[in-house]
């Protein structure tokens, strides 16, 4: 995914409100940009530190400038765009990216599906059984050296997607969790059990019930504007 328009540089001031943050410029101005990121965004906060942010031409939005990549206090980069997840993980299935997703005929986005009145974010059809795939934001990295978890708070609808996944996956379909780690020091994924105890079992019990669980790790680059899923990494599907 590189944007057409160049990302501008700034250096993070605050985050407040959830969907906003402050930047100082190079020149000294400060701008108020919009936060794409509902989470806690947890170890992503380093206040002083180098960010990025995109830019809409737009003329109904009230903050026209979009919070891409942050620079964390341990000096990864990370994706908080939790908007641009499907779009990478979407690119990546066309490109071949991920072996594990290719030989499908047809990507459909946004399907309703299951009894909880859910959307799924990507339904692959021909070639096999159909497979549905759930795609989650990874920017959360603490604790041993590489180790990332989702989610970096509470969620509720996390837990409801994969009750919603394993019901597929034992009705017969493949049923499939993509981690999309946009975080540049991630290298395995585990359910943060000390996050959210809840989504952490239904994490458990989802994989015993068939669904399987991929992390793929993206390359950031916001000097070209450019983030791109590239490689698969670990994750930790038993406790």
């Given at each position: 995914m590189r944007d057409a328009k160049s990302w501008q540089r700034g250096r993070l001031l605050r985050r407040y409100k959830r969907f906003l943050a402050d930047?100082?410029?190079?020149?000294?101005?400060?701008?108020?940009?919009?936060?794409?990121?509902?989470?806690?965004?947890?170890?992503?906060?380093?206040?002083?530190?180098?960010?990025?942010?995109?830019?809409?031409?737009?003329?109904?939005?009230?903050?026209?400038?979009?919070?891409?990549?942050?620079?964390?206090?341990?000096?990864?980069?990370?994706?908080?765009?939790?908007?641009?997840?499907?779009?990478?993980?979407?690119?990546?299935?066309?490109?071949?990216?991920?072996?594990?997703?290719?030989?499908?005929?047809?990507?459909?986005?946004?399907?309703?599906?299951?009894?909880?009145?859910?959307?799924?974010?990507?339904?692959?059809?021909?070639?096999?059984?159909?497979?549905?795939?759930?795609?989650?934001?990874?920017?959360?990295?603490?604790?041993?050296?590489?180790?990332?978890?989702?989610?970096?708070?509470?969620?509720?609808?996390?837990?409801?997607h994969l009750r919603e996944l394993a019901v597929m996956a034992e009705s017969g379909a493949r049923a499939v969790l993509l981690f999309c780690v946009q975080h540049t020091g991630i290298e395995r994924v585990a359910a943060a059990e000390h996050i959210d105890p809840a989504y952490s079992q239904a994490f458990y019990d989802a994989v015993a019930r068939g669904v399987e669980v991929l992390a793929y790790r993206a390359e950031i680059q916001p000097e070209h504007s450019d983030i791109t899923l590239t490689r698969r990494i670990d994750v930790q599907l038993k406790r």
């Amino acid at each position: 995914m590189r944007d057409a328009k160049s990302w501008q540089r700034g250096r993070l001031l605050r985050r407040y409100k959830r969907f906003l943050a402050d930047v100082e410029l190079s020149d000294g101005r400060e701008l108020t940009i919009h936060c794409p990121n509902t989470g806690s965004m947890r170890e992503c906060l380093a206040p002083g530190e180098y960010c990025w942010f995109s830019h809409s031409d737009s003329k109904t939005r009230k903050y026209p400038n979009t919070w891409e990549v942050a620079t964390t206090p341990a000096g990864d980069l990370a994706g908080i765009n939790t908007n641009r997840a499907n779009t990478l993980v979407a690119e990546a299935i066309a490109a071949g990216t991920i072996a594990e997703l290719t030989g499908y005929e047809s990507c459909k986005a946004e399907v309703k599906y299951g009894d909880e009145k859910s959307r799924i974010d990507f339904l692959l059809t021909g070639g096999g059984p159909d497979c549905y795939v759930e795609v989650k934001n990874v920017t959360l990295k603490e604790g041993a050296e590489g180790q990332g978890y989702f989610p970096d708070a509470v969620s509720t609808r996390g837990s409801k997607h994969l009750r919603e996944l394993a019901v597929m996956a034992e009705s017969g379909a493949r049923a499939v969790l993509l981690f999309c780690v946009q975080h540049t020091g991630i290298e395995r994924v585990a359910a943060a059990e000390h996050i959210d105890p809840a989504y952490s079992q239904a994490f458990y019990d989802a994989v015993a019930r068939g669904v399987e669980v991929l992390a793929y790790r993206a390359e950031i680059q916001p000097e070209h504007s450019d983030i791109t899923l590239t490689r698969r990494i670990d994750v930790q599907l038993k406790r």
